[in-house]
Each structure stands twice: as structure tokens, then as C-alpha cells.
């Protein structure tokens, strides 16, 4: 794992799907391709949490009876790490 900064905290926008949670996400369209898609609002630094509720706020105010949440995540633990496999050798 390369040196650098290491993520502790994760803020995730939370909605209401008839009484489960949901992440929430925003429509952008990819420039390179040029598709519409859906991006989940989670930000790990301070900068793209201000990004994030700015989109927030404007997206609930189309429809104020839809809060959005914001939740840290604090805890980390490292469940996994996902990796090619080893090639297989000839017998």
C-alpha cells in the first residue's frame, strides 16, 4: 500500500426509502462517455463534504419532505483486500 494519507472518517448522505436507509445519490453526466450516472454522495475530506451539501440542500429543496442526512463513520476496520489471484502453474 502506497504512503500517503489514510481515510478514518467517511461521511455518507443518508435518505429515507419507506423506512430504510439509503445512500443518496446525484446524476452526472460522464464526459467521456457522455451517460448519465448516478454517483453516491460519500466524501472522506472536508472539501467534497462542502460539495456534497451544497448538492444536498439544493436537492431538498425539490422536495423539502425528503431530508438528507449526514453520518460520520468513525470505526475503520479492514475486513479485505481484494487481489489478482496467482496465475496457476502447468503440471
Do not use: C
Not at 451539501?53 to 449526514?70: E, F, H, N, Y
Request: without cysteine; hydrophobic residues 40%; glycine residues 4%.
Amino acid at each position: 500500500m502506497s504512503e500517503g494519507r489514510r481515510l478514518e472518517d467517511i461521511f455518507v448522505f443518508i435518505v429515507d426509502l419507506d423506512g430504510d436507509e439509503g445512500i443518496a445519490a446525484y446524476a452526472h453526466v460522464n464526459p467521456r462517455t457522455h451517460q448519465r450516472e448516478l454517483l453516491p454522495m460519500v466524501a472522506s475530506t472536508e472539501e467534497k463534504l462542502e460539495q456534497l451539501t451544497a448538492i444536498a440542500q439544493d436537492m431538498v429543496g425539490l422536495d423539502p419532505s425528503k431530508p438528507i442526512r449526514i453520518v460520520r463513520f468513525h470505526e475503520r476496520e479492514d475486513i479485505a483486500q481484494v487481489e489478482l489471484p496467482e496465475p496457476e502453474q502447468p503440471a
